[in-house]
């Protein structure tokens, strides 16, 4: 997926002048060993920063290498004002881990007390207001650091994408879709650039892009994604020239953002002059990497690209939409397993979803927009969904939102798709996640996130958690076990239980 960062990592080593260098250096080379046998791509940083001036020969090796994402590893005690301020002057993600001590044979001269440097070396971030990503034990031998870096690379993923994006939206959002707001301020703050534009210069760059040659290259593309279903030709040419015209205008508007994602009004003008609907056209780009989220829904846009960050996978962006009827429940119990029926809910979407994450997908109509715009007829401008099941396996919900007063929440929640019939159309599922009851009243409601949520196709909690307390979100929800109440929530049982 071309939208997406390519991380490249470097590692650093650092060394209070008071401690042997040498320790440093050795603990480096161990770890850069064991990086290698893990098999993570690094670079190693020849330059051990001890005082100021190293720093600038360390930021100029980091140019030299094109590195994007920095290890700074205590090899023993550090020196806490040259370190933080390496931090502060490279661009890019960085990750402060510190050495254990390695035998207890050696602790005269190989004594590093890198794990009092590093209480140093964060308290010392703090002056600076530097942030950094920790790990939840950030000390270890090479083995344990070595996994640290591993764990770090989506996180770095993430931090690039965002600081590197711009959302280009088209039209207004529908007045029964106020839920998808999206308050500016806070995309600034988090350095995303916005271009917002009117329904019509998508249809005049539309119009514009009939003749462009790539069109017939698409439509071939097509076909073999379809693999033989024979959908309509002069469909297909028509879906054909709504993602030339999109990925013409990524390119002549990106400016100096290196990613880009969209946010477009998808109903209900739309299809009497595009005389289709868009879903098929978005889960195709969402297969690249270039999620294109429905009715406007900027922040959803925004999760549905920082999901594919940390998963280097396709996402969709789908609905929390239905129950499961107590009959299906009764029925496929022995799939369902130790899952209350409060835990399943149907995603849903119109036909967005990525091919790759659905089992058999086809070439449909949108039925709520054909009793809309087609009072129930045969469809013709209500063609181009992709629809079908969603493939079983792992998922992770993701929203991350403004409020109305423009601060920023988010939620995460893992689970899983079912290996269930949902018995209903469109791009949909049954999914469980556990304790989703409370989660939707405590969470979803209690917080007024919207309907819609980027599904992730692997559990990708942490990287995003992580990556999101490196932003300064503080605001982050998940679905609470059992015994761990939600604020406000009544602490004498549950009438569902």
């Not at 100029?60 to 502060?88: C, D, H, M, S, Y």
């Not at 239905?322 to 849903?348: A, Q």
């Not at 929203?399 to 689970?415: I, K, S, V």
Request: aromatic content about 10%; hydrophobic content about 40%; glycine content about 8%.
């Amino acid at each position: 997926m071309t939208n997406l960062p390519t991380v490249r990592l470097g590692l650093i080593a650092t060394s209070r002048n008071c401690f042997p260098i040498e320790l440093a250096r050795r603990r480096r080379t161990e770890l850069i060993k064991e990086c290698r046998r893990q098999k993570i791509r690094v670079h190693e940083i020849s330059t051990i920063v001890e005082r100021e001036d190293h720093v600038i020969e360390a930021l100029k090796e980091t140019e030299r290498a094109n590195i994007n994402a920095l290890v700074i590893f205590l090899g023993n005690f550090g020196p806490e004002g040259p370190e933080t301020l390496l931090a502060q002057n490279f661009n890019g993600p960085v990750m402060f881990v510190a050495a254990a001590e390695e035998s207890s044979q050696d602790l005269i001269h190989g004594r590093g007390d890198a794990y009092c440097g590093l209480l140093s070396a964060c308290y010392n971030l703090g002056l600076r207001r530097v942030k950094v990503y920790l790990p939840e034990y950030p000390i270890g031998r090479a083995p344990e650091i070595a996994s640290m870096i591993q764990e770090f690379i989506p996180i770095a993923r993430i931090l690039l994408g965002i600081r590197n994006l711009k959302i280009i939206a088209f039209g207004p959002r529908p007045q029964d879709f106020f839920t998808c707001h999206a308050p500016l301020q806070p995309l600034y703050d988090l350095g995303i650039e916005v271009m917002e534009n009117s329904e019509l210069d998508l249809y005049d760059a539309f119009l514009k892009s009939k003749d462009d040659p790539a069109i017939n290259k698409v439509v071939e593309e097509m076909k073999v994604e379809l693999k033989g279903t024979k959908p309509d030709p002069s469909l297909l040419k028509k879906l054909a020239q709504y993602e030339v015209t999109l990925l013409n205008f990524f390119e002549m508007n990106r400016g100096r953002a290196q990613y880009v994602v969209f946010a477009n009004k998808c109903w209900p003008a739309f299809e009497h002059y595009f005389g289709f609907v868009p879903c098929y056209v978005n889960s195709r780009l969402a297969s690249q990497g270039i999620p294109v989220a429905c009715e406007v829904d900027i922040y959803g846009a925004l999760s549905e690209y920082l999901a594919a960050c940390a998963s280097n996978f396709p996402v969709s962006l789908l609905d929390i939409n239905n129950t499961v009827p107590l009959d299906m429940y009764e029925k496929e119990k022995e799939k369902i397993g130790s899952y209350k029926l409060t835990d399943l809910f149907m995603g849903f979407h119109c036909g967005n979803t990525p091919a790759c994450c659905l089992v058999g997908g086809e070439l449909r109509y949108q039925l709520i927009m054909n009793r809309l715009l087609e009072a129930g007829k045969e469809p013709e401008i209500t063609r181009g969904t992709l629809e079908g099941r969603i493939k079983p396996g792992p998922i992770t919900l993701f929203r991350l939102q403004a409020t109305p007063e423009n601060w920023l929440q988010a939620y995460l929640a893992e689970g899983e798709v079912l290996d269930i019939d949902p018995q209903t159309f469109g791009g949909v599922g049954v999914f469980a996640i556990k304790e989703m009851g409370r989660f939707y009243r405590y969470v979803l409601l209690e917080k007024q996130f919207p309907h819609h949520t980027a599904v992730a196709f692997e559990h990708i909690g942490r990287p995003l958690f992580s990556a999101l307390r490196v932003l300064g979100i503080e605001d982050i929800n998940f679905n609470q076990p059992a015994n761990l109440l939600y604020p406000g929530e009544n602490p004498f049982g549950s009438f569902l239980s």
